[in-house]
């Protein structure tokens, strides 16, 4: 388990005091879907997703450009993807990366691959550590369940249905008792002995995907719905937007202004098992998306930024 801590999700409108309550213990009694978070599949600038993808359909030249394309990054590393992306000569964007960035990263390490080998792009990847290599396809891997469960829960709704597997990546036999769990795509997965299997292999196909995969995890299943523990909350009223509602990085909170004004703020309190996301359970009770990504673009300033990180 991992615990999150006063979390304060602020300004909450237009939810009302008692349907924000409904929805903590709703949160509380049945969960959340457990989707992976948008965290695991990187920024809009480096999509792991689609990089695992080129991989799965062996295009490693995409792959490669895809990890080396331009970003909103600094230093030394911006100069080399500037300069591979300009001229592409993988020898002179290397030179541009300063210290241990031309061996110790994946940047440097794709480019010194390029450089003794120019178009051998399989090689470069394989240059990389393994688990780095795992983890755009493991993000791949990840956006497919995302999808399966969407149309799981759509078409069949959460209990469990004949042919679906437990925790155990067994056919359920218990429909009462027994948790629900979908597979995570690899060469060893067992799917579900219904139509859910059905959904893999559509998804899969419209990607390009086959499911004997390089690299992926094993038979791993992940339960379709989580139930936090230790969940405690309190409803904040505040006056202001900027009202200081936990201590920032001088240790100060606006005390006196907290417990009345028009703002509403929740603060959480709750604990999840490893490999879930807390910014997905907050989504199940704030109705938004929780990520940092998302909360930049909502964020009017850099001072407000530094509430949400």
Known sequence: LFSVKSCNCRDVHPFSETDLIDRIEGFKSNGFINYFGTQRFGSCAFNTAEIGTAILKKQWEVAVKAILKPRNTHGSIREALDEWNKSGNASVALKKLTGSQSYATIEGQLLLSLSKNRCDYRSALLKLARNTRSLYVHAYQSLLWNKVVT????????????????????????????????????????????????????????????????????????????????????????????????????????????????FHAVALEFSLPSGSYATIALREITRCDMSKLAQMSMAKSEKDFAKFV
């Open 151 to 262: 149309r799981r829960i759509k078409n069949k709704g959460f209990h469990a249905i004949s042919g679906d597997l437990n925790l155990r990546g067994q056919i359920i036999k218990d429909f009462e008792n027994e948790e629900v769990a979908l597979p995570l795509i690899s060469g060893s997965v067992k799917f579900p002995s219904n139509e859910v299997r059905d959904w893999y292999a559509e998804i899969m196909a419209e990607d390009g995907v086959t499911v004997a995969i390089e690299w992926a995890v094993g038979a791993v299943v992940r339960p379709l719905i989580i139930k936090p523990q230790d969940v405690n909350y309190k409803i904040l009223a505040y006056p202001e937007a900027r009202t200081k509602l936990q201590t920032d990085f001088e240790g100060n909170i606006d005390s006196e202004s907290i417990g009345t004004g028009d």
